[in-house]
């Protein structure tokens, strides 16, 4: 199994480009999360899904939006990249008590 | 959510016992006890959790105070791979659809390990 994978590994992005990451799970796992990490900092919650066709906002969901069509896959959509959004993204699934993460993507907006 | 704190850091000695510390006054019934860690450049990787009793996995040990307002985890032997940010969080039990089902990451402490 590969898990959860993440793409791309890096990106750079200037100011006002849009951009998806893709984030992947073949664990048939129902519940998937995006999170966000900031250098020196825990990771945020930007948004989640229960299910394929269900998602709600997490802590710091302004300037994304996500989609859940199947069961595999949870992209992350950044419409207008400003300098604040550049982190480093997690996705994760989990089908009961543990959380599987990806690798990350690191975003930098430039 | 429910809070935990932890100290910023922490050092221990490669091949030693390593107590880290997680303190949570607010705990409610219903919430578990998870710890994950973050090695350098990596997602978070789940470690272990409970609920009430003490737990035991391949990784670690989960020792929880008989109120649950505090809990350690436990590194039996520490190698220089154990250095990482180990997180507590606490977790609601899901119910129903599994919409309280979101882990809340804080700082969490560092460990570091020294040869």
């Known amino acids: 199994n590969a898990g959860v994978t993440q793409t791309p590994k890096f990106r750079i992005l200037k100011i006002g480009q849009s951009m998806t990451l893709q984030c992947t799970q073949d664990m048939n796992h129902n519940y998937m999360y995006w999170y966000r990490q900031d250098p020196g900092m825990g990771l945020k919650l930007i948004y989640y899904?229960?299910?394929?066709?269900?998602?709600d906002k997490g802590e710091v969901p302004n300037g994304y939006n996500v989609s859940r069509s199947t069961t595999e896959d949870f992209p992350l959509r950044l419409e207008l990249a400003a300098p604040s959004q550049t982190s480093v993204y997690f996705c994760a699934s989990s089908y009961n008590y543990g959380y599987t993460f990806g690798s990350g993507t690191r975003l930098t907006v430039v | 959510d429910a809070k935990t704190t932890q100290p910023n850091s922490m050092e221990s000695n490669e091949e030693e016992p390593v107590h880290l510390p997680c303190n949570h006054s607010t705990i409610s019934g219903t919430d578990y006890i998870h710890w994950y860690r973050q090695l350098p450049s990596q997602g978070p990787e789940y470690v272990i959790h409970g609920l009430t009793s003490n737990v035991n996995n391949r990784m670690a040990s989960l020792a929880i105070a008989e109120d649950r307002k505090s809990s350690t985890l436990i590194l039996h032997r520490a190698t220089l791979r154990d250095a990482a940010v180990y997180y507590c969080i606490l977790r609601e039990k899901q119910i129903g659809t599994g919409a309280n089902s979101k882990l809340t990451f804080g700082k969490g402490i560092t460990l570091s390990v020294r040869p």
């Open positions: 899904s229960v299910g394929a066709g269900i998602t």
